[in-house]
């Protein structure tokens, strides 16, 4: 077995599993490193544990597990939101693609069941490499601090 040196992911590993829902918890929070963005019914927060760097969740902030359960204004406003956060990961990112989803049940995938969510997920040429293959390890070359700050100061430079 080969060991990759990660000495960061310590706080990951002893952080204790959280109480409730994580995207009312942001909410309730009075500062949150990962909320990057709020409307008056959506929220974005990037995701502890991403797929690919800027891999975000937008939810929203009715707590429900269901789309049929949201108003037309609510789903007009999660969309305009992913459209919003596509536009800010293409300035800060320069991504090729992107994944966008949502995943709803565990059947699915859901990793939080109880709250609908939407991943963006940004992609790039290449971004799928040996080590995901061989080593079943993803390598993300930025911090979430360092990303979360790009994103608030993109949302603030648009205003």
């Known amino acids: 077995m080969k060991i990759i040196w990660a000495p960061w992911r310590i706080k990951y ?5 959280e109480k409730g829902c994580i995207f009312c918890n942001h909410l ?7 909320l990057v963005y709020t409307t008056p019914l959506s929220l974005v927060v990037l995701n ?7 891999h975000l ?13 949201l108003t037309e ?3 007009m406003d999660l969309m305009k939101v992913v459209k919003k956060m596509i536009k ?18 565990k059947q699915a995938g859901a990793g939080v069941e109880e ?8 992609r790039w040429r290449g971004d799928t490499n040996f080590m995901p293959i061989c080593f079943d390890t993803k390598i993300i070359p ?8 790009k994103i608030k100061k993109c949302l603030q430079e648009k205003r």
């Open 13 to 17: 590993i002893k952080k204790k599993k």
């Open 28 to 34: 309730k929070k009075k500062k949150s490193s990962l």
């Open 48 to 54: 502890l544990f991403p797929y690919n760097n800027g």
């Open 57 to 69: 969740l937008i939810a929203p902030k009715k707590h429900t597990d269901s789309l049929e359960k």
């Open 73 to 75: 204004e609510e789903l």
């Open 88 to 105: 800010v990961l293409k300035k800060i990112l320069k991504p090729d693609g992107f994944n966008i989803g949502i995943n709803i049940g």
């Open 115 to 122: 709250h609908l969510h939407i991943h963006i997920i940004p």
């Open 142 to 149: 930025q911090s979430l601090k360092d990303l979360a700050q």
